[in-house]
């Protein structure tokens, strides 16, 4: 009755009405004190009154809290005595020191207090002390040095798991480093990556502080109000924790202040409070630059007294972006000193390159060694080309065998009975990388895979193709043969539909380096680069931020400038267009569309964003086209002019690549890789501050039925290195998969999203992706890539692609047999035939179950078709490479077609794991005929006619049933013959396979 909340318990049945009226006579007899009829309101089940009070419900909790941590010992630790860390493991055999912990603001509120831009981080003084709590467990009281890295931002969802580490002592001067590092605590998410916050030294002693550095005066003090007002309007959040400072003052050049702990924070347990000396410190934070200044790098910092609750502090500066400082407690006794604390400028971007966005979903390319023997031997490969067909680890300049020609050089290869293991086709440097020469180079590599792909023979043998400096192995390295960039995204799409078939390549001109690249061929590795005959392989790695983060004045985006964006009225242009308004001040805008304002929502676009504040023009204008594009670029002002350009402009043609064709892979890469070009020629002469191009996660992953697209942004990552080579700004950003629909994205249905989330892709929010869009443009990486990965999914593949292996953490529950098909034939030689076909074929349902996202093989009816059940060619391919990774090998491409359903697969599987064996339903033959009988006339009954002519098998059926005269059927013998089944490509096959009309 006075407002206070009732909770009343019990069962309902699932009925909203019944619910409904349930919870509106339990408010009426609240407050009235009358009894609920429960007969009238459940009519089933069984009904008991009850008589609510008339008073407020009163509550008294019974439950025990448990303790906080348990006790360490019991798994082997000690306890770390530190509220931010738990436990303690000094390793065996070695004199080091590994302290763990867990924080976040569910279990630490206070630290909420201390944000920057809305954005809670731990304060850099925690780190200070958390380091020299470690050393006071070695007897290294004294902090040398410590570098902060990247700040440690929390997330909102989930805390953070804390690990400091203090190395063995150096042998002469006992000195120790000192890192600390952090990673998300996920429990779906065990291989969450750790991120390096701050590395140091620890030693035992250091510098004695000068006697005079302790007469702090308290006459110069005056209360201060206003402090954390301004520090507010510039960027630092600080809450009650954190707004220690009572009074400030100054005397010479040096500043006083007077800083005390809240008293609700007095017990916390620390040596010296984070939130003190981060309140010491707010006095010199305005001091020296506009904007906000974050602890970079702390030099000789020692605790001299037990913890204080009031500092009395005096700041020194000491240079530019330097400060000395000393500390006492009320009494003048030393509590603190810092030899010397840097502060350095940061910018809200570059904030979000290392706090906000870096650590979980920011991610570059690198590139590792890959250990091989120089007594490593193996099949000599086949060098597509070469007059000398020997070993070609001999051949001293294994370019001179000049282009490779696919339809004739594989057709030879494949012509003889022994096919070999490794065919090496190398692709000489292109000339310049016009628009058609890149266009014709990756047509003749299309038509390459396709070659290999269609002949079955060589199934168990793997394709090299070759380039000579078509990527940069390192950041600054220049990317010298631009038209063949795009043949490796294409091969990357074509190796996640093929795995284990090909091979990507690529060497400098070193006589070491052929050789080694043999050497490395009988590796598991997917691209390979060689340099100076050391082999590296590629792997995505949470991208390096900027260290230090360099003061950056004047942004990517000049207010006074133009900022041109391609693709201006899609989903993702406006987007961006909005941002460069509200959050980098652009003022003057150029969208690039193919129907400028008659596209849809660029009349509202362009009305939101002259509402906030900014000059937009939208023209009609196709980027790829070179004359159409330097139309516009002259119509630029001068009093305005072109400083940074955005190239987000692209389409989609997704399948398979065995279904692609040169026309189909043009009409993809022009909007993005002609526009692209065209972009970095024209403006050359222009001063531009910034070059974006939007790429896609689809080129560096290889995402399977986007070939063509993926050749199409490796031609834009490429490039950035290029220009980055020249001197020129270039940022590449192959960004994951965006979660609102539109645009490219829109005809992504469920069964799609389902696909690439399988893949590991998961959607980014559009917040999200702006904010990587800030952080990628902080850092000095010419290719990056902004995408949110889902690594429980990776870890749930059968086989995790060596490109995402340093992002997956190896666990004993792979399976670590060598691959083949004595690992199936292990799994299921136990069972009786008529249990193992039962088994195999629950296995198959399972597979297509999860393809189809299906929660239970029970979904999957087994004698379906695959089409019926909702299969189509990229769905196919998955399922096929799922059972060649149970299976431990290569299945064929028209293993769909040739067993269109769930249980025909089976069969087939079980059959090539136990061929000298009787396959369930086999023991009596006149019972097998029947079955196959009934299946097979259930199964032609359902082909449609016209299915029958495009297979050119209604002639041969009509044989069979003794039909003389085709036309009596009503078939045309031209067009039955026309589409016979040998002139069908490997999507055709599939297509028909799977019953699509």
Known sequence: TDGTPATVTGTLRRDEGGTRRLLTSLAEAHTTGTTVDWTALLPTGRPTPVDLPTYPFQRERFWLDAPATANPRTAGLDSAEHPLLSTLLTLADSDELVLTGRIGLADHPWLADHAVWNTPLLPGTALVELALHAGRRLDCEHLEELTLEAPLAFPEEHGVRLQVRVGAPEEETGRRPVTIH???????????????????????????????????????????????????????????????VRALGRRGDDLLAEVVLPPERHDDGFGLHPALLDAALHACLLQGADGVRLPFSWSDVAFHADPATALR????????????????????????????????????????????????????????????????????????????????????????????????????????TTVPGTVVAPFLPGPEATPEAVHAATARALGLVQAWLAEERPAGSRLVLLTRGAVAVDSAEDVTDLVHAPLRGLVRSAQSENPGRLVLADLDDHPDSYPALVRALGSPESQLAVRAGRVSAARLVPATPATPPAPAPDGPFDPAGTVLVTGGTGLLGSLLARHLVTRHG???????????????????????????????????????????????????????????????????????????????????????????????????????????MFSSAAGVLGQAGQASYSAANAFLDSLAQRRRAEGLPAHSLAWGLWAEAGGMTRHLAEADLRRLSRTGLAAMPSAQGLALFDAALATDRAVLVPARLDTAALRAQSDVAPLLRGLIRPTGRRRTAAPGTVTFRQRFAELAPAERGRAVLHLVRAHVAAVLGHASPDRVEADRGFLDLGLDSLTAVELRNRLGAETGGRLPATLIFDHPTPAAVARHLEAEAFPVEQTVGAADPAEADEVDEVEFRRALAAIPMVRLQEAGLVRALLRLADVADPSAAGVDEEEEHGSALDTMDLEDLVRVALGDS
């Not at 007469?215 to 009650?240: I, K, M, S």
């Not at 000059?615 to 670029?633: K, Q, Y």
């Open 182 to 244: 952090s990673a998300p605590d996920t429990p779906d998410d065990p291989d969450a990556l750790w991120t390096r916050h701050a590395t140091g030294v620890l030693a035992v002693t250091g510098p004695a502080v000068p006697a005079d550095a302790w007469e702090l005066p308290t006459a110069a003090l005056e209360p201060d109000d206003a402090l954390y007002g301004r520090l507010a309007e510039v960027g630092f959040d600080y809450g009650p924790a954190f707004q220690g």
């Open 313 to 416: 502090v005096r700041l020194t500066r000491t240079g530019p972006d330097t400060v000395s400082l000393t500390a006492t407690d009320d009494a003048g006794k030393p509590v603190v000193s810092v030899g010397s604390l840097t502060l350095r400028p940061v910018t809200p971007e570059q904030f979000s390159a290392t706090a906000r966005s870096h650590r979980d979903s920011l991610y570059q390319v690198d590139w590792v060694p890959v250990p091989t023997s120089p007594d490593a031997t193996g099949e000599a490969p086949f060098l597509l080309g070469a007059e000398n067909t020997g070993h070609p680890g001999t051949a001293a300049a294994p370019w001179s065998a000049g282009a490779v020609e696919p339809a004739e050089l594989l057709a030879a290869v494949c012509a003889g």
């Open 586 to 692: 652009v003022r003057h805008l150029l969208l690039l569309s193919r129907h400028g304002l008659a596209a849809d929502g660029a009349a509202e676009l362009r009305a939101d964003l002259t509402a906030s504040g900014a000059t937009v023009t939208i023209a009609a204008c196709d980027a790829a086209d070179r004359e159409a594009l330097a139309a516009v670029l002259a119509e630029v002002p001068a009093e305005q002019p072109l400083t940074a350009v955005v190239h987000t402009a692209g389409v989609l043609d997704d399948g398979v690549l065995t279904a692609l064709t040169p026309d189909r892979v043009a009409a993809v890469m022009r909007p993005k890789a002609d526009a692209a070009w065209h972009l970095h020629e024209l403006t050359r002469g222009s001063e531009l501050r910034a070059f974006v």
